[in-house]
Each structure stands twice: as structure tokens, then as C-alpha cells.
């Protein structure tokens, strides 16, 4: 018998927890964890439901953004702000599941679920964003690259909850890019998600290639420089991961062709992705060569003027 829980403060949400312990379990969208309980590979005694509780759900901006723990993709799929400020975010909204899916998932339970294929992470991790989690001792922030400890396992203790995901506002000559690797065009998990993140000292300007010239002989004459740069990886280790030695490969660096593809195959070698049924490890490595250099051109080309 499972006993179905429906608090409408977050008093009553940590009153629960401290009664029921183990045997309950905490429901958003319900969109994964109704498919480990028809498994059974999660068998709680009760189900806490999260829907009732209007602080948790919203979308806000203020010098950044902040989102609400039990909003729904839809709704950020749906947000200009985040389609004009957040591309990569944007991007991995609009092929996470399908939109019966979207209209039900949130962005707290596709997080809180820890999958290393978490459509939301890479593009959140290049964004920068931060947990803000609160329990009955307070609240904290973590950053998004100290939240994943293994695949569906992160930090937050027993009886913490995330209370909403805050990403600050981007800097100027800003954009960022989200690529889901599958094996159709259709409802899927990826084989790889890719984001990046890159910051210029300008914008690319109006680069047109010539018959005598092209797109990558424009950029090395404009000479942008890449002030920070951030790249994130999913289904390439255990848990979604920041590429960092990538990331330095660009930073304070004129922007050539030679150093995006040097970048690319830095972020090769820092991955390490594995066997599955879905994939192979050495076919994910080639394509993170791939689509590293891909996001960060289409990146630069969301910059041109």
C-alpha cells in the first residue's frame, strides 16, 4: 500500500520527513520516480508531493535568473528570458523527453534524479548555477559542479530539500550552446550531451566568408579574444562534469580554429565515459571531439552582430 501525502507549506513537507524517514519519498513531476516504483526499484511506504507548495514553483528574474525547484520544463521552454539570456538552457529544454513529458517534469526532479544523463545539467553547469537547498536546520547553496556524487546519488542530507536553482545574469559577449547526441530525432535519452559557455572581449561583428575566404580565415582576422569559457559533458563520467582543462585551453586566447579544435580534443582526453548498451566508450570520446568544437562555433555565431 502506498500512501500518497499532499502538504501545501514546507513546514509540513520536514514534519513528514522527521516522522516517516526512509519509507517516504519526496514527488515532483513523477516523470522518473513513478518508473523505479513500477520497477521496483524503489518500494517507499509514502509519497510526498511537492505540488501544492507555491514557493517552490516560479520563474524570476532579478540580476539573473532564479527557477523554482518544481517548475516545469514547459514553462522554461516557454520563457524569453531564458531563450534570449540562456541559449543553452533553451536548447536542452526543447529536446528533453517529449512535451507531455515537459509539461509534467521539473527542473528540481531531473537534477535531484543524479542520472549522468540529465538533459538540464550541462547546460546548468556551464551557466553557473547554484543549488539553494533548505531543511528544518536552514538553508545553503551549492554550487551545481559539488551537487552530483554518483549516478543518482548527490549531497543533500536526509529531510534537505532544493528549494530553487539560481543562475547569475551573463556577462556582456556572452552565449552558450546545447547539443543532445541520440540516436533519433525522436523521445530519447542522449548517447552524450554537450554545453558550452563562452565569453568574448567583442562581438564577432558581421563575418561574411568571401569566394577567396572562409569563416574560420574571418575569425582569425578579427581577432576576438576568449575571456572565459566553460564546457560541460553528460553520459562522459559518472556524473555530469565540467571539462576544465578544456575550458583552459581557450581562455585568454585569440580565437582560431586551431585552438577550439585544441580544446576538443583536451576535452577527449579529460572524459570518461563507458561501455553501455547504448553506446560504446570510444564512440562517446569521438563524438565529444566533435561536438565540443561544434558548440563552441555555434556559440561564437550567436555572437555575430
Known amino acids: 500500500m502506498l500512501d500518497y501525502l499532499k502538504p501545501t507549506t514546507l513546514e509540513e513537507v520536514f514534519t513528514h520527513l522527521d516522522r516517516l524517514g526512509s519509507d517516504a519519498l519526496l514527488l515532483a513531476g513523477g516523470t522518473d520516480l513513478f518508473l523505479k516504483v513500477k520497477k521496483g526499484k524503489l518500494t517507499p511506504s509514502f509519497l510526498i508531493s511537492l505540488q ?22 514547459r514553462t522554461i521552454e516557454k520563457y524569453p528570458y531564458v531563450r534570449k539570456h540562456y541559449p543553452a538552457l533553451a536548447d536542452a529544454e526543447d529536446v528533453l523527453g517529449s512535451v507531455q513529458i515537459r509539461n509534467v517534469g521539473t527542473i528540481g526532479g531531473n537534477l535531484c534524479n543524479a542520472a549522468p544523463s540529465a538533459d538540464t545539467a550541462p547546460p546548468l553547469l556551464v551557466l553557473g548555477a547554484k543549488i539553494h537547498a533548505v531543511s528544518k536546520q536552514g ?126 580534443r583536451t576535452a577527449q582526453k579529460e572524459a570518461s565515459p563507458r561501455d553501455s548498451l547504448r553506446g560504446e566508450a570510444w564512440y562517446r570520446r569521438e563524438m565529444i571531439g566533435l561536438l565540443v568544437k561544434r558548440m563552441i562555433v555555434t556559440s561564437l555565431l550567436r555572437l555575430r552582430r
Not at 528574474?61 to 523554482?68: H, P, T
Request: net charge negative; aromatic share 8%.
Open 52 to 73: 501544492r507548495i507555491p514557493e517552490l514553483n516560479f520563474l524570476r528574474e532579478d540580476k539573473g535568473l532564479f527557477i523554482g525547484a518544481t517548475t516545469t520544463h
Open 139 to 264: 538553508e545553503r547553496t551549492i554550487p551545481l559542479e559539488d551537487f552530483f556524487q554518483a549516478p543518482g546519488k548527490t549531497v543533500l542530507t536526509p529531510g534537505e530539500i532544493v528549494n530553487f536553482i539560481e543562475i547569475p545574469a551573463p556577462k556582456p559577449y556572452t552565449s552558450s550552446a546545447y547539443f543532445k547526441h541520440q540516436r533519433r530525432q525522436a523521445l530519447d535519452l542522449p548517447l552524450l550531451g554537450v554545453a558550452v559557455q563562452i565569453t568574448l572581449d567583442r562581438d564577432l561583428g558581421d563575418i561574411t566568408p568571401s569566394l577567396s575566404a572562409t569563416w574560420w580565415d574571418c575569425l582569425k582576422e578579427r581577432k576576438v579574444k576568449c575571456l572565459s569559457a566553460r564546457i560541460a559533458l553528460g553520459v562522459a563520467a559518472p556524473t555530469p562534469m565540467r571539462a576544465f582543462n578544456a575550458e583552459g585551453v581557450l581562455q585568454g586566447e585569440i580565437v582560431t580554429e586551431e585552438v577550439i579544435e585544441e580544446a576538443a
